[in-house]
């Protein structure tokens, strides 16, 4: 069998008339996306470049440069199973990446989940990235309008303006600091900008092709972060956030710990915070020194309630030791997560505690 597992997706997202599909259309002329299968919800509305098209079957479409196109039909866990069986069977002879385009009006939780929960996809299949696509000229309002698109724009890992050829220069800066305020760890970038092809865009996870090893700053967003700390002034856009209602809502949390955790107490803490607020972490990415082998970092992926399964990594790639969490939330209470956080962090003696009692009273343990 031609293709290693597990195999990258990558969720491309953004509202209805955003420019996903002449994207997928550049993007599957590109040579780097050979061998890539592109998923998409409603096939009926997608106009794929049929020049590239070579045959259909079983709606399975077969480009000529060797992509495959789907439709969803029903369930996408039904489609991603259908597509290992195919590389299993020999039918299709190797597959490099998935690609799966939401519609337009989509939360993109559940294709996230749908990838990271179920338990045979989860050999098969790692999430790669979220990408998600915002219009410059109807941007600002369709982020008034609807706070679906302002989760797309959340839990992305890049974000990628369009139409921006189309809209006034001032509208489109005002635009890029808003998105930057939504979610300061997003790669932000310009479809029109010849830098925005497959390499920008994919390998969004926690290993670099290029470098051949785990980049954590990268894939936690820190360098995007501090670019944009950097550059931001909060006092310009204070007077901005009565118009933008949903976009408070939405808030990045980066909690650090210096030293190892029990796993006891990490994994308390993770399960407190999906049972009482679960719906609304958006997206959970994280490094872990762990008291029990610090020498091994863990690594912790999630979206709202769902976890990927921990895993381990063999060293630490870049030097820096301790515990790296970074959290987008939908509405959270403010300072719960740092509280709770710090409760299992600087206190280790409350490691065992009764469990039944915090699960009745989760708050009392962060002093809420």
Known sequence: ?????????????????????????????????????????????????????????????????????????????????????????????KLARVVVETTGLADPAPVLQSIMAHPALVQAFRLDGVITLVDAVNGQATLDAHVEAVKQAAVADRIVLTKTDLA?????????????????????????????????????????????????????????AH?????????????????????????????????????????????????????KLLRMKGVIELAEDPSRPLVIHGVQKILHPPARLPAWPDGQRGTRLVLITLDMPDDYIQRLFAAFTNKPSIDTPDRAALEANPLAIAGL
């Not at 002329?29 to 919800?41: E, M, S």
């Not at 020049?51 to 489609?79: F, K, N």
């Not at 635009?175 to 310009?190: C, E, H, K, T, Y």
């Open 168 to 224: 006034d220069a001032a509208e489109v800066e005002a635009l890029r600091a808003r998105l930057r305020q939504i979610n300061p760890g997003a790669l932000l970038l310009d479809v029109n900008e010849a830098g925005t092809g497959a390499a920008a865009l994919f390998n969004c996870g926690l290993y670099d092709p290029q470098t051949k090893s785990a980049d954590v700053r990268r894939w936690l967003g820190e360098e995007a």
């Open 227 to 279: 670019d944009h700390d950097h550059h931001h002034n909060d006092g310009d856009h204070d007077h901005h956030h009565h118009e933008h209602r949903h976009d408070t809502r939405v808030r990045t949390h980066s909690l650090v710990h210096d030293g190892p955790v029990p796993f006891s107490a990490i994994e308390m803490f993770f399960d407190l915070l999906r049972s009482t607020h679960g719906e």
């Open 1 to 93: 069998m031609g293709s290693s597992f597990p195999i990258p997706v990558s969720v491309l997202t953004g509202f209805l008339g955003a420019g996903k599909t002449t994207l997928l259309n550049r993007l599957l002329k590109d040579p780097a996306l050979a061998d890539t299968a592109v998923i998409i919800n409603e096939f009926g509305e997608v106009p794929i470049d049929h020049l590239l098209v070579e045959q259909a079957s079983d709606g399975i479409i077969q480009l000529s440069d060797g992509c495959l196109c789907c439709t969803v039909r029903g369930d996408l866990v039904d489609t991603l199973a259908d597509l290992v069986d195919r590389l299993q069977t020999g039918r299709i002879a």
